[in-house]
């Protein structure tokens, strides 16, 4: 545990008191494997500009993780992984505790979910949802329960006086607006009404769309392919990637904002980052 101690003084006596973070900042970021963009996600913990970083698709069994090309870096590390798909882990500056892998109400053999709380007082849940490929596809019906169960799991954390975020890759486009050409993407899993119906219950029950909710009006995305002609250029993408906020954790956030960097890197991944300030 990295947390700084300072002293009470008082009647003479030496009281050990914990020193609370003032700002925290928190990443979320697809990788689209941890080996292939290692460079740029070194980059990334070496400038330490981010506190926590919640990362998807790591492409890579827990026991294989590359722990060593990232130690140096000071972050502790909590891993979920899988074989050539899927995978999550949680990079934080401060304690990482009380970590639950895997969604506790669906049993699920692939490595799409951890929680964890950090520094003692902030828990964090990081998702890499499934895509669910098309309306027709058999991976539909799966995305469509994978994100009923969640429903059902989350609804605990709502009301709690303990701040709870959500962030990661949601794999739903909640509305017209997160999608640069809406026709493109009729009968696609990401834009199904079933699945933003879904992701809209947890909003209507209370969570909060911490990006929208600060950015109202604005077209921006998260999500550029690698297909295309200069698809970033262009403004050819999705908003895939979200914080989800309880009221608790909403009264302390200041800021969201999508950091460009990763999708801009020289071997970049295909996603963007989301990044949420704590103050």
Request: net charge negative.
């Amino acid at each position: 545990n990295k947390n700084s101690l300072f002293f009470l003084y008082w009647t003479g006596i030496i009281i050990p008191t914990r020193k609370k973070i003032s700002i925290m900042k928190i990443l979320t970021l697809n990788i689209n494997s941890i080996r292939a963009h290692a460079e740029s996600f070194i980059d990334i913990l070496r400038a330490g500009e981010y506190d926590v970083i919640l990362v998807q698709e790591l492409k890579v069994e827990t026991a294989n993780f590359p722990h060593n090309i990232f130690e140096e870096y000071g972050y502790n590390v909590k891993v979920f992984g899988q074989k050539s798909w899927n995978g999550v882990a949680v990079f934080s500056k401060y304690s990482i505790e009380d970590t639950i892998t895997g969604m506790p109400n669906y049993p699920d053999v692939n490595a799409r979910f951890i929680e964890c709380v950090i520094d003692g007082h902030i828990r964090v849940i990081n998702v890499y949802m499934p895509n669910g490929d098309t309306i027709d596809s058999p991976k539909f019906p799966y995305k469509l329960e994978w994100m009923h169960a969640f429903t059902d799991y989350i609804s605990q954390y709502l009301n709690s006086p303990e701040q709870v975020i959500i962030g990661g890759d949601f794999n739903v486009a909640l509305t017209d607006q997160d999608v640069w050409k809406p026709a493109n993407y009729v009968g696609i899993a990401i834009a199904a009404p079933q699945a933003r119906e879904i992701m809209q219950s947890w909003l209507d029950s209370g969570w909060t769309d911490v990006w929208r909710t600060m950015h109202p009006n604005d077209i921006d995305y998260t999500w550029y392919g690698y297909r295309g002609r200069d698809t970033v250029g262009n403004r050819q993408g999705l908003r895939l990637d979200y914080f989800l906020a309880n009221p608790s954790a909403m009264k302390s956030i200041k800021m969201c904002e999508i950091d460009m960097a990763p999708r801009l890197a020289d071997k970049p991944t295909d996603h963007c980052g989301l990044m949420l300030k704590i103050d």
